[in-house]
């Protein structure tokens, strides 16, 4: 099955710093790879997601990038903010037969910004 | 918020009860989702299902069991053989088929405690 690493498991910026997070897959068949957010106590949030057939999107302060041949992508947080402070999971997607999606989550990555 | 609810947040038994999360959506999505989620861990799949009056396993589903007999409704049995049940358990739903949005929509999760 597929397996997802995620670093760094924590990461600390100082506020209007850039942020980088980085995830790896094992299966060369998975083609979709979200990004969430879950912020303490409360339940996690899509903030931005990309296929396989696309190389980087953005979202105003977010990108993520993805790099097929080798494997990995990474989510990009430019000019944080206070409330950038959560913690981040990867996923990548097996890609069923027929559609839909059956994640694997990375461990997750503690952000905090410092004032 | 809304959309995908769990009951209860708390949830707390003795060792060797068997116990019943709920969780409904109103969101039309065919395709549900139960996780596990441990501290320093990611979300692990439990079980997932497709349509109605079908459901497939997960990374983690011993010790557990579903049903999915309306289409709003996912309850999730957490039962005496799962070894170590103290967990916080969320549940998601999707679309599925090909060119529908992938994201998963997660509900607020349930605390589930037993000693």
């Known amino acids: 099955g597929e397996n997802v690493e995620q670093h760094p498991s924590t990461l600390s910026v100082q506020e209007g710093d850039s942020a980088v997070i980085k995830c790896t897959y094992s299966?060369?068949?998975?083609?979709?790879f979200p990004w969430y957010k879950q912020e303490l106590g409360k339940r996690p949030q899509l903030i931005i997601d990309?296929?396989?057939?696309?190389g980087e999107k953005k979202d105003q302060r977010i990108a993520v990038t993805l790099n097929k041949t080798a494997k990995h992508f990474s989510l990009h947080i430019t000019e944080t903010q206070p409330e950038d402070s959560a913690v981040y999971f990867c996923?990548?997607?097996?890609?069923?037969?027929?559609?839909?999606?059956?994640?694997?989550f990375g461990t997750g990555t503690q952000l905090k910004v410092e004032l | 918020d809304g959309g995908i609810t769990q009951s209860p947040k708390y949830l707390f038994r003795k060792e060797g009860q068997n116990v019943t999360l709920s969780c409904e959506q109103n969101?039309?999505?065919?395709?549900m989702y139960w996780y596990r989620q441990d501290p320093g861990q990611g979300l692990r799949l439990i079980y997932y299902?497709?349509?109605?009056?079908d459901f497939q396993k997960g990374d983690i589903a011993e010790g557990y069991s579903v049903s999915r007999e309306k289409k709003e409704s996912f309850p999730l049995t957490v039962t005496s053989a799962q070894k170590n049940p103290t967990a916080f358990y969320l549940c998601?739903?999707?679309?599925w088929g090909q060119g529908t949005s992938y994201e998963q929509y997660f509900g607020p999760g349930t605390r589930l405690t037993v000693t």
């Open positions: 998601a739903s999707s679309n």
């Open positions: 299966d060369s068949a998975s083609n979709y």
């Open positions: 990309i296929r396989s057939n696309v």
């Open positions: 996923a990548a997607s097996e890609g069923l037969t027929g559609g839909g999606n059956k994640l694997t």
């Open positions: 969101l039309n999505h065919d395709a």
């Open positions: 299902s497709q349509i109605v009056n």
